[in-house]
């Protein structure tokens, strides 16, 4: 669910936990709060990009569609 809507850590940080819990409320996500705020801690505890990391986000996204 979360990789259909938000494409890596960065895409995750922007969203943040009110757009990201909306966004799991709208697909019937248990815990979405609480989903949503693990999701958005643990995306701001990575700051390690990797060359490449955007097409491999888009090729997941892709794929999770």
């Known amino acids: 669910m979360i990789l259909t809507s938000c494409r ?3 895409a995750i940080r922007h969203a ?3 757009r990201l ?3 799991l409320a709208n697909r019937k996500a248990r815990s979405a709060s609480s ?3 693990a999701v958005v801690t643990a995306a701001e ?3 390690t ?3 490449g990391e955007k ?3 888009k090729l ?3 794929l999770a569609e």
Do not use: D, F, M, N
Request: glycine letters at 8%; proline letters at 4%.
């Open 8 to 10: 890596g850590p960065a």
């Open 49 to 51: 990009s990797i060359l």
């Open 35 to 37: 989903l949503a705020e």
């Open 55 to 57: 097409s491999i986000a």
């Open 21 to 23: 819990t909306e966004c």
């Open 45 to 47: 505890r990575q700051h």
């Open 60 to 62: 997941v996204h892709s």
């Open 16 to 18: 943040g936990v009110t």
